[in-house]
């Protein structure tokens, strides 16, 4: 396992020519399911930025059900799966909202596209939205992804569910051919031990090689409002690393987060494609 950065291998990122960021519901939201502001504009601000230097950046994002709940003023997640879908359908709408207002104040506008497992896996459909993505970057229209959670239900798996927006995003980033996934959430990167129950646990800075014993002791419950927990986030990058593409986890909260991991900072965990 490695604990520190070798050979400066984080200088691969300053070659990434096109970068998918994903930001997780805890990061765009409080616990109260009610939208961090202070975040999102970060969020979109960094974005922008990477786009003004001349890179492409894809933002996959989750949050609709957590921002449906805050916008509904619900105590809690409902457990019904209609219900869920319904809050979806709400949070998802002000969600956009939200980044629409941010990116404009960038002079950036941002367009919505809602994926399901299965339209990835159909070839047809996968090349239009191929296609779509394409001609939206060309444009330097900042697409913003989501999983279509009205239609797709992590019960019923034959409706073509991803289960969690990490593996979303490493769908988005294969696809796309990208170079770099960074995945911002809750925590900031891998850490040998949970940090939360482990005062002597360490931050993992660069990692060559994801290990079974990477994968065990990176299992665990998500956020109360979101889906994924760290071992989602190991799952996506082993499949990006498979495929040539870098990638980071990193903290979402963190000022200037995205500007840190382009300038090679020693922040988060460094993923090294194979």
């Known amino acids: 396992m490695q604990v520190e950065d070798i050979g400066g291998s984080r200088y691969a990122v300053n070659f990434a020519k096109r970068i998918v960021v994903k930001v997780g519901t805890s990061t765009i939201t409080y616990e109260n399911g009610k939208m961090n502001h202070g975040n999102i504009d970060k969020l979109c601000r960094g974005i922008a930025d990477i786009w003004n230097s001349g890179r492409e950046v894809i933002l996959v994002t989750s ?82 992804i989501n999983e279509n959670d009205t239609v797709s239900t992590s019960e019923i798996w034959h409706n073509g569910t991803f289960g969690d927006n990490d593996t979303l995003s490493a769908d988005v980033a294969i696809l796309t051919n990208a170079d770099l996934l960074i995945i911002l959430s809750d925590i900031d990167g891998l850490y040998t031990s949970n940090p939360r129950e482990d005062e002597n646990a360490k931050r993992i800075s660069y990692v060559e090689e994801i290990t079974d014993e990477m994968l065990g002791f990176s299992k665990g419950a998500g956020s109360k409002l979101g889906t994924g927990g760290m071992y989602t986030k190991i799952t996506a990058m082993q499949m990006v690393t498979g495929k040539g593409i870098n990638g980071v986890i990193a903290s979402g909260s963190q000022p200037q987060v995205l500007e840190q991991i382009l300038d090679q900072d020693d922040i988060g965990t460094f993923f090294a494609a194979k």
């Not at 909202?97 to 299965?118: H, M």
Request: net charge negative.
């Open 63 to 144: 949050g609709a059900i957590g921002v449906g709940i805050g916008s509904l003023n619900l105590p809690s997640k409902p457990d019904d799966i209609p219900q869920k879908q319904a809050i979806a359908a709400v949070g998802q709408c002000e969600l956009m909202n939200a980044y629409t207002r941010s990116f404009a104040e960038y002079s950036y506008v941002c367009g919505q596209i809602l994926l399901t497992k299965d339209g990835i896996a159909d070839k047809l459909q996968r090349h239009n939205i191929t296609n779509t993505l394409e001609a939206m970057l060309e444009k330097h229209l900042i697409p913003v």
